[in-house]
């Protein structure tokens, strides 16, 4: 079992950055890859990035490519997602999750998920 804990969120103004924490405890990461999702209220979960085990590939939704950088570093058992740029329309709760085997955009292969954390982006 993996438990996942994000932090880092908060209220920033619109041009600002913020840097989310994604520590796991429990059994470490598995081969799979590690993924950032986000919740708008009203709205439907929708990926974000996601980062290879390795680290050595990463992907992006269209909507942060170019602001949102994902990474991670194996030996403390954390994936970062450092925000730029940041607008209204990035106003949700970020969740962190991690696959046993998948890698990619589809939330509904990943097996452990953290609580999210909030990130409101005031304009």
């Known amino acids: 079992q993996v438990q996942l804990v994000e932090s880092g969120g908060g209220l920033v103004q619109a041009g600002g950055s913020l840097r989310l924490s994604c520590a796991a405890s429990g059994r470490t990461f598995s081969s799979g890859g590690t993924g950032w999702f986000r919740q708008a209220p009203g709205k439907e979960r929708e990926f974000v990035a996601a980062?290879?085990?390795?680290?050595?590939?990463?992907r992006y939704a269209d909507a942060v490519k170019g602001r949102f950088t994902i990474s991670r570093d194996n030996a403390k058992n954390a994936v970062y997602l450092q925000m730029n740029s940041l607008n209204s329309e990035d106003t949700a709760v970020y969740y962190c999750?991690?696959?046993?085997?998948?890698?990619?955009?589809?939330?509904?292969?990943?097996?452990?998920w953290g609580q999210g954390t909030q990130v409101t982006v005031s304009s």
């Open positions: 999750a991690a696959a046993k085997t998948y890698y990619g955009s589809d939330w509904r292969w990943y097996d452990y």
């Open positions: 980062i290879s085990w390795s680290g050595g590939d990463t």
